[in-house]
């Protein structure tokens, strides 16, 4: 089993529509969540972090955590073709010296 | 936020040089850095934990010996790859912590031939 595992996808949705993203861990004393977007060639950018069980609430982004089940998901909500990107979830195991694992990424295309 | 400045961005070497990456903290000190490595269409692989001061701490499956560390400063951490190879190219990040967020460089897009 993957420690951080995503749908590759790709996911495709409207302009306008709302994006739905999903990402399950399997280190369940994970202590801190993120969200990463990449477009191609650049590196990881920071969209969204998460410590505790619920809502996160970012302008179009919203991250939940829910801790219990071992998920995280991101929704964007009027999406952009300028989100056109691939989305890493990322999470920092415990004890393991502040490391990142990643997911494999969800490529996500917004059509105009 | 804090920003990691990486150089160089492109660099392509001939088969069987080393290539030195450099990875920089400029407005915070970083006691830790991480190195990844990043194939086509593929996800971020942690290559190795970097220790200003100590010996790096590799990932299973990395080789310590054709991918050197060294975190000599409070600001700068350099991954060396040795004797390259065409199975080295890739997109090499470094990053850095503080607090609980990361901060990336970059990247280096390493192509040998």
């Known amino acids: 089993q993957k420690e951080v595992e995503q749908n590759s996808g790709p996911l495709s949705v409207p302009e306008g529509a709302i994006a739905s993203l999903n990402c399950t861990y399997s280190d369940r004393g994970s202590q801190s969540f993120f969200w990463y977007r990449q477009y191609s060639g650049k590196s990881p950018e920071l969209i969204m972090s998460i410590y505790s069980n619920g809502d996160k609430e970012d302008g179009r982004f919203t991250a939940q955590l829910n801790k219990a089940s071992q998920y995280v998901s991101l929704l964007i909500r009027d999406s952009q073709p300028s989100d056109s990107a691939t989305y890493l979830c990322?999470?920092?195991?415990?004890?393991?010296?502040?490391?990142?694992?990643f997911g494999q990424g969800t490529e996500l295309s917004v059509k105009p | 936020g804090a920003v990691v400045s990486q150089h160089p961005s492109r660099v392509i070497c001939k088969s069987g040089t080393s290539v030195k990456i450099e990875c920089r903290s400029l407005?915070?000190?970083?006691?830790?850095m991480f190195w990844y490595r990043q194939f086509p269409k593929q996800s971020l692989m942690l290559m190795a934990t970097s220790n200003e001061g100590s010996k790096a701490t590799y990932e299973q499956g990395v080789e310590k010996d054709k991918f050197l560390i060294n975190h000599a400063s409070l600001t700068l951490s350099t991954l060396t790859v040795t004797s390259a190879h065409p199975e080295d190219s890739s997109f090499y990040i470094c990053?850095?912590?503080?607090?609980?967020?990361?901060?990336f460089g970059q990247g280096t897009r390493l192509t040998v031939v």
């Open positions: 990322a999470v920092t195991p415990y004890n393991q010296g502040g490391k990142l694992i």
């Open positions: 990053s850095a912590r503080v607090s609980t967020e990361a901060f």
């Open positions: 407005d915070f000190q970083a006691t830790t």
